[in-house]
């Protein structure tokens, strides 16, 4: 059968199903307990979902596919083991497995309204409650918080979450008996296990106790059960818990005390809805946000939910999916893990709940596009009766300054775009517990390739093989020191000392943001706590010239500090060295850069002095090319690094820095460019605009408060870049005089 | 303007263009010299496509792209530099580009008989024709035979094959007076430089010389000159090379003697079409055999070329197709540039060509689909009417068997083929210069993708910074070295000692190949030459059985030996080690394996001594999970490596190989699985089948007859692959007791 026809006969199935159901449909929605479906879908959601089946398309196509799936379940029988292995073992990837096909077959029995599903739920549940009263906590000890159903309350959390969503789906279905006494064997006490007696786990701000939160609060929504809602809103009721404590990954318990939903709203997210962990642990939170969010909205509009806070959780939606790359992939500050992306179904869950509860912009239509798949509820309705009226237009990302810090005033995240260039800055707060010590460190992509790489976390999620799935020792050894990072490492030491709590207390600052010029986008931060007595300003800026082929990055980090250090400043290119306008050795052997701080993971590939004014190497990556030109003194060391020395499991990739290493220097200027340009095609055996564009670049004025760059390209033409140091954005109009020339201008900086 | 649009704007404007030159139109096939166009378009060819213009898709679209590139370079106007420099530099890639345009103008200015093209075309021949006398040769001193508008005289053969199409399509708008000055002053001569005065360049067999002869023959075709034709299809008159001396490449010269156009069909292209460099070479090979063949099946029909040595050229192009992967990337053997695809132009002029002038195979016009692009003359106008009248089918790979050498009897290649799996055997003859010494080595794909790579060669193609974008010297001292390839390498030796004059004297035997049985291919071949003294024996399959996810390859090699030695057999695989069922140690400084034959370059990245019968190695890459299972005595050591070791350039990519070494043995069996299998998604952090399916796998029999393994699932079922070691194909029935039980089967192996 072709695919045409069989969504066509599945669409035929249906509205004979429908019609043939129709009483006992509307019974549904007419009888005293009309206050079911509520959660995620209403009733009246749940009518005009049955009135458009089969006239809109992304919906319908989803239905089809979930209910391809969820038949398939049930042919396959139910299975609910004894739970006993971690992550990526059977039994917790068949009760990950289970929670999403009870979710998805309480849907579907309520849009298709037939009562297989509703069974399938319902006997699927009983096994649960027969279950749950016999387990002990979670055989397997290596969390803070055991679960019972999985070896980390988080996990038991998640299941929560969505079996409310299946139990409010088939509550009408139930008997009251039924209820009863899945409510008092298994909902309850699961509410109580993963908060009351799990409080370290559901009492403090992070995206764990969200998790939490929010599966206490939407079986209380179900349940109708105030104690529950008030629980998951506000905490455990009158519990202060040790605000000193720590957890297994360093971060603080609780250390102000503060507990529940909505300070777990107040907390990590800024005004501009930047999540303080980052984009990946954003979109893993996201989903029990918007979810509960969309219950209580549902349930208890008095709450007025998606305006709290001015309306932060559908900001944060926005500013998650500023924060990928051309191909979607959430770029990997902090602990992220490379290729997650706004195709992962909490997007679709984002994305089509502040569509329909936000402002109906109809750029979220055109990534629901991409997704090719709606939530089987309202909004899902909402997003698909919009691309079905041609609403959808272009998801535009800009050049975008992200604020951090519950009052926005905690340093940030910056995004300078230009054409297929994206520049992504960080001058953030630590970022909680997953946070990396690299202050004012970068990452460039070209159209979805990495180009400057940040290495994200080291774990392979859910890859049991490789330390059960979870985060691995080299996380802390390596991908969390500020060596692993595109930013400065003093005197081989991370930021803070690599310290959690001296890190939580600081965060850099805003030296200004500027995007307002279609060809000169500029980011500027300062950090004067990494490393005390030494201040870190760095600018960095995109820049379309005409005399380049494409827009290139400007890096500018100056360096003011109390005492001589060394120090190392390393860019994690991608690729294959290309050319090197400077000699360099190799060695024989390679050995370790140090022994700690993350050095020891580095292999030592190449070295030399640097005997030029302007050091340059290009690569080639993904047959594009790209050529770094960086100032050097004659005494800075010029280093080729390697990942993955003392590495015995081969759990980090094999990959490349070039290094400049400036030793025994107090203050000092780090200047560099980086040009993408032409491409290499390996079909056509062709390199176009293979070379450098850039002659020169020259340090024409540097004093406390101003920074001059002059950038000469291979024809000649100068170009001057001039940042503010001080006083960037309080000045009406900067005067300047370099080399007998004058300079006046009014902003923070001057190119031309 | 949007696409559709824009397309038929144009095709008013061709069409509007010649009504108004109809009578022009007709002058061109009409007067006394109505034999021009007759090379590559003919006078019909030209009629019939004016003819369909506006309604072959696929042609209309190919010319509009032309179109607008040649109306870009007229916009620009002529260059031609006076040459100086190698590959990438500005010179070469100029004259490089005005060939391509040259003939693309001529091209055009036949279908749209506008004579701004044949203008355009006259006027940088007649630059050329004012510069070629005055040209010395080509200053860049590195080639056997430098060219005078390149640096060596391929590329000026290059120029003229293309360059003669051009003169062919202006010839008519040409007084004879400008004809005879171009004759005279640029064809004759650069005829006669590249062959006459570079005989060590043209008299020989070589894809150099195909070139050189296809340049001479084609010019002499334009010109009808009957001496220069003479001259390219059977070599230089009466010249007599030294046999005995050698070019860069370390191939021989003209070891036997022959010369021409035909004698380069005859010796490099086995009766199944396999050309003995590789398909990399063949790709580049194929053009001016192709189009050479088209101007003179054209002009001397007489010659029935495309009959040749019964249809090898057009069989060739089957052969070459057959040689790709999932994605039409050609596999690297020998010298072969990854990324080299059927994408490439020379491969339009060989599907196109293959189809017109060989048996429409439907299965080609969908490559010429992909391809998206066809040739403007006969054969493009024939691929675009048979796309655009639905006859386009897929084309299917299969598993096949290419004999190798002129009479098919020099060893050979064989592709195993199920499902997404595809692995490649290599037991052929040396491959010319471009060979490698890797005897029996093979590499495995899934879906496109590398599971157990072939290094390819050592070269950046045409990257002018990359030594000239010509081999590196890497290519000899680790591409071409046995140790770089997935096959036994004795003693740390390569095989033949790595000389060129003793490898290309030997060649290995087929044992059996199988590809009758839907879930079983099979090949076996056998090397005794590589190292005096020892018999190497191995047979690969590729295996569909119901217990397992996809099919997996079973590798046996088995060693027969006068003495005992060392052997490694690596495996190169690709990706990242997700787990070991073996302990082993990492170095805390990375050191070289060896210091020659390929071992220089290999850095030792962990071992130990195996201590189990079975050492298991599983890997992720690009998504997907594969684990090797392999036979180990306790005395083996188990080596990490990876490329990279006195590299001082970063010519060598970062790659890793798993290696087993075993020492002082002399008859031996390696056995091996493979197996694909599951996925990992980073969107969904799902990870799907990712262990191993296989408990265990042992040698059950092995005699000088048959060699017998058990592989016994996870589930306990066993199944027995016996290979007939001997009298493969020649015995009817084959009987064998093992573990007292009797087997009885025929054919050359058993599974079940």
Known sequence: MNKKLKIFSVISILLFALSCKEESALKTVTTEEEQHPKLILTAQGVKDIRAQLGTIPIFDKTLEKVKAEIDAEIEAGIDVPVPKDYSGGYTHVR??????????????????????????????????????????????????????????????????????????CIYTYLSEEERNKLEKNLFRPFADYISIENPKFYQRVHNHSTWGNAAVGMIGLVMDDQELIDRALYGIKDLKLNTNEKDDDGGYLNKDGKAGFLANIEEPFSPDGYYNEGPYYQRYAMYPFLI???????????????????GVLIKSIKALLNLS????????????????SYYNNALVTAVDISYHYGDQDPGLLSIAKEQNHVLLDDSGLAVALGIKNGEAKPFEKKSINLSDGPDGTQGGVGILRNEDLELVFKYAAQGSSHGHYDKLSYSLYENGDEVIQDYG??????????GGGNYLKENKTWAKQTIAHNTITQNETS?????????????????????????????????????????????????????????????????????????????????????????????????????????????????????????????????KFYTL??????????????????????????????????????????????????????????????????????????????TAIAITTINDTTKIFITANTNASNKPTHKLEINNKNYEWSGSYYFK
Chains 1, 2 share one sequence.
Not at 148 to 166: E, G, H, I, T
Not at 294 to 306: A, Q, S, T, Y
Not at 326 to 336: E, I, R
């Open 495 to 623: 930021h803070f000392s690599g310290k959690y709590d001296i890190g939580s207390q600081h965060h850099s600052v805003l030296n200004y943001f500027s995007s307002e010029n279609e060809n000169v986008k500029v980011v500027s931060a300062k950090e004067e706590n990494a490393y005390p007595g030494t201040e870190l300003l760095r600018t960095m800026a995109i820049i379309k010239d005409e005399a380049f082929e494409k827009p290139f990055m400007l890096d500018i980090m100056k360096i003011t500090s109390d005492t001589a250090n060394q120090y190392d400043y390393p860019f994690y290119f991608l690729g294959q060295v290309i050319k090197a306008n400077f000699e360099y050795n190799t060695p024989e052997s390679l050995n370790a850069l140090g022994t700690k701080n993350g050095y020891q993971h580095l292999f030592l590939e190449g070295s030399t002095k640097s005997s030029t004014d302007n050091s340059k190497l290009s690569w080639l990556n993904k047959n």
């Open 95 to 168: 009760h990950k497995r289970n929670w999403v096909v009870l979710q998805k077959a309480g849907v579907l029995y309520q849009i298709l309204d037939d009562e297989k599903y509703a069974k399938y739920a319902k006997d699927m549940l009983m096994q649960y409650e027969a279950l749950y009263n016999t387990l002990p906590v979670h055989p397997k000890t290596r969390s803070y918080a055991r679960g019972k159903l999985f070896w980390q309350c988080l996990n038991d959390s998640n299941w929560l979450v969505y079996v409310s969503q299946a139990y409010d």
């Open 457 to 466: 976390l080291a774990r392979f999620v859910n890859i049991e093989q490789k």
């Open 292 to 310: 509960f969010a969309e219950g209580l909205h549902n349930v208890k509009p008095e709450l007025k939910i998606f305006e709290y806070k001015n």
């Open 325 to 340: 790359d051309a191909d979607g992939d959430f770029f990997p500050l902090n602990d992220g893990q490379k290729g997650m």
């Open 629 to 706: 030109t960086t100032l050097t003194n004659t005494n800075d060391n010029l280093l080729f690094t390697r990942i993955g020395a003392n590495d015995p499991e081969f759990n980090l990739r094999r990959e490349a820095a070039f290094m400049i290493r400036r030793e025994n220097t107090q203050n000092t200027l780090f200047v560099s460019t980086i040009e993408a340009h032409g491409s290499y095609s390996p079909v056509s055996e062709s390199a176009i605009n293979s070379n450098s564009n850039i002659k020169a670049i020259e340090v024409v004025l540097d004093t406390e408060d101003y």
